[in-house]
């Protein structure tokens, strides 16, 4: 059963079920008894379920986000920002949310923030075709502001889906909304950057967002020491030497 299939299903299911009670409503029921639990293999999957369940790729993860309207971003997006790069990639990059630049070209990373993560990437003996780069959110902020709960929430199940689908052997977060989604912690970034966390079993290395050291140019030997530490163990997990 394909993503779009289980979608259709579930709104079937929704729109009889609505129509029932209408009905019932009608001939002047006004009160249904809870009905009997249903085993949880005759359930519909729900779509955070679906998301969850490890069992879609990439291109059917991006068929369920569809046109999202799931949050309040989506009359500012020009379009959606899903990700970019290898389907297999060993190394997963993640950042926040799509810029001007990002919404207008449809991919993640490509302004100036981006140019300067192509540049880390190739310092660590990587070509960007070979990672894949993706944010928490999916849709531009209005004017760039900070991601907001909410936000992050709705867009949460799609990032757990793409990092299911990749299993990449290392994730890398940039900047603190990334390394708040993935690890859930408030711990600020300086304090836990320089070495690796576990996400769900992957290795994961927090380290400055390219913005950031766009503004905070001595921070970059220290994010370049970070990127140093990714590269080694990139190097032992992989088998593969680089450069
Ligand atoms: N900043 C991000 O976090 N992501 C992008 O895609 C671009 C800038």
Same mark, same amino acid.
């Given at each position: 059963?394909?993503?779009?299939?289980?979608?259709?299903?579930?709104?079937?299911?929704?729109?009889?079920?609505?129509?029932?009670?209408?009905?019932?409503?009608?001939?002047? =029921?006004?009160?249904? *008894? $809870? !009905?009997? +639990?249903? #085993? /949880?293999?005759?359930?519909?999957?729900?779509?955070?379920?679906? %998301? &969850?369940?490890?069992?879609?790729?990439?291109?059917?993860?991006?068929?369920?986000?569809?046109?999202?309207?799931?949050?309040?971003?989506?009359?500012?997006?020009?379009?959606?920002?899903?990700?970019?790069?290898?389907?297999?990639?060993?190394?997963?990059? =993640?950042?926040?949310? *799509? $810029? !001007?630049? +990002?919404? #207008? /070209?449809?991919?993640?990373?490509?302004?100036?923030?981006?140019? %300067? &993560?192509?540049?880390?990437?190739?310092?660590?003996?990587?070509?960007?075709?070979?990672?894949?780069?993706?944010?928490?959110?999916?849709?531009?902020?209005?004017?760039?502001?900070?991601?907001?709960?909410?936000?992050?929430?709705?867009?949460?199940?799609?990032?757990?889906?793409?990092?299911? !689908?990749?299993?990449?052997?290392?994730?890398?977060?940039?900047?603190?909304?990334?390394?708040?989604? &993935?690890?859930?912690?408030?711990?600020?970034?300086?304090?836990?950057?320089?070495?690796?966390?576990?996400?769900?079993?992957?290795?994961?290395?927090?380290?400055?967002?390219?913005?950031?050291?766009?503004?905070?140019?001595?921070?970059?030997?220290?994010?370049?020491?970070?990127?140093?530490?990714?590269?080694?163990?990139?190097?032992?997990?992989?088998?593969?030497?680089?450069?």
């Amino acid at each position: 059963m394909t993503a779009d299939d289980v979608r259709r299903e579930a709104a079937e299911i929704v729109k009889q079920t609505r129509d029932f009670l209408e009905a019932q409503q009608q001939l002047g =029921v006004d009160f249904v *008894p $809870g !009905a009997p +639990e249903v #085993a /949880k293999q005759d359930r519909p999957q729900s779509e955070r379920e679906l %998301l &969850l369940s490890g069992t879609l790729n990439l291109g059917e993860i991006r068929q369920v986000l569809g046109e999202c309207t799931r949050c309040k971003l989506h009359p500012h997006r020009t379009q959606i920002v899903f990700g970019v790069g290898h389907s297999q990639a060993d190394l997963v990059f =993640v950042g926040e949310a *799509p $810029g !001007a630049d +990002e919404d #207008a /070209k449809g991919e993640p990373f490509v302004g100036r923030a981006g140019q %300067l &993560l192509t540049r880390m990437i190739e310092a660590m003996g990587l070509r960007r075709e070979e990672v894949y780069i993706c944010n928490v959110l999916k849709s531009r902020p209005p004017s760039n502001r900070t991601p907001e709960s909410d936000e992050i929430a709705s867009c949460e199940p799609f990032l757990i889906a793409q990092l299911k !689908a990749i299993k990449p052997k290392l994730i890398c977060a940039l900047g603190g909304i990334a390394v708040s989604a &993935l690890l859930k912690t408030k711990t600020p970034l300086s304090k836990l950057r320089g070495r690796f966390h576990d996400y769900q079993g992957i290795p994961l290395l927090v380290t400055y967002h390219p913005a950031y050291l766009l503004r905070n140019p001595n921070e970059k030997k220290s994010a370049w020491q970070d990127l140093q530490l990714l590269q080694k163990e990139y190097i032992r997990l992989t088998g593969r030497p680089l450069r």
